[in-house]
C-alpha cells in the first residue's frame, strides 16, 4: 500500500511505499499517521519547536535564536517561511525563517518580518537529540530551499552561524559574506547567503 505525504500548497504530495501487512487494533491507530511528512508550521507547533530548539542551543550556546513569543510571532506572520518535518505526526526537524529587505543582516533581523521582500532569513535549523547524526539536518535544508524555490518572487536566501558550522552551510551551497554586525551575549557570527535564482533541482520528491 502507499501512504500519502501531504504538503502546503507549494509542497506536492508524494508517496512512500511500504509493504503490505496485517496490522493489529493496537497498532491501527500509530499507523493511520504518515510514516513522514513535510509541512509549513503553525502557532499551534510552536510548544514543540521551542522544545526542541531549546534541548539543542542552551546545552551548547546558552542561548536560544528565538523565545518561545517569538517562534509564536514568526509562525503567525510568516508560516509559509518555516517547514518541519514530522515523522508518524511528530515533530523531528525544523526551519524557521522570515522576510528581510536589506543587504546584509542588522539585529533587527532577529525579531523582524518585512513582508513581500525578496530575501529570506533563516533564524534557525533544529533536529530532535534522537534524530541527529542521521543527515536529517542536511536533508531538511535542502528540501526548504528547493521549496522557497517554488516561490515566485524569492531571490535569495540569508542566515547567521558560528564559525564550526560554516563548512555544513557552505556543503549546502552557502556563500560567505564575512563577519556578521550581529552578537548574541560574547558569540561571534559568519554571515551566508545562498542564490535561489534559477528553477528547482528537477529531483523526485522535491517538493515542486
Known amino acids: 500500500m502507499t501512504q500519502q505525504v501531504s504538503g502546503s500548497p507549494f509542497l506536492k504530495p508524494f508517496f512512500l511505499k511500504t ?94 518580518h518585512v513582508p513581500d521582500t525578496p530575501t529570506v532569513h533563516i533564524h534557525v535549523l533544529s533536529v530532535h537529540r534522537h534524530c541527529r547524526q542521521q543527515g536529517k539536518g542536511s536533508i531538511l535544508l535542502w528540501r526548504y530551499l528547493q521549496y522557497l524555490r517554488c516561490i515566485p518572487g524569492l531571490r535569495r536566501a540569508l542566515l547567521i552561524c558560528e564559525d564550526f558550522l560554516v563548512p555544513f552551510y557552505l556543503k549546502a551551497g552557502f556563500k560567505e559574506k564575512g563577519s556578521s554586525a550581529i552578537s548574541v551575549s560574547s558569540m561571534h557570527f559568519q554571515e551566508m547567503e545562498y542564490t535561489l535564482g534559477g528553477q528547482a533541482y528537477a529531483r523526485r520528491n522535491s517538493g515542486c
Not at 499517521?33 to 534541548?55: H, W
Not at 546545552?59 to 535564536?65: D, R
Not at 508560516?79 to 525563517?97: D, H, N, R, T
Open 19 to 112: 509493504p503490505v501487512r496485517v496490522v493489529s487494533p493496537l497498532q491501527q491507530r500509530r499507523h493511520t499517521l504518515p510514516a513522514s511528512e513535510f509541512r509549513n508550521l503553525t502557532p499551534q507547533d510552536a510548544i514543540s519547536v521551542f522544545e526542541i530548539e531549546r534541548e539543542a542551543f542552551v546545552s551548547v550556546s546558552g542561548e536560544c535564536p528565538l523565545t518561545l513569543d517569538e517562534v509564536l510571532n514568526f509562525l503567525g506572520q510568516c508560516p509559509e517561511l518555516s517547514l518541519g518535518w514530522f515523522e508518524e505526526g511528530q515533530l523531528v526537524a525544523f526551519i524557521i525563517g522570515s522576510g528581510w529587505d536589506k543587504e546584509r543582516l542588522s539585529q533587527e533581523a532577529m525579531t523582524q
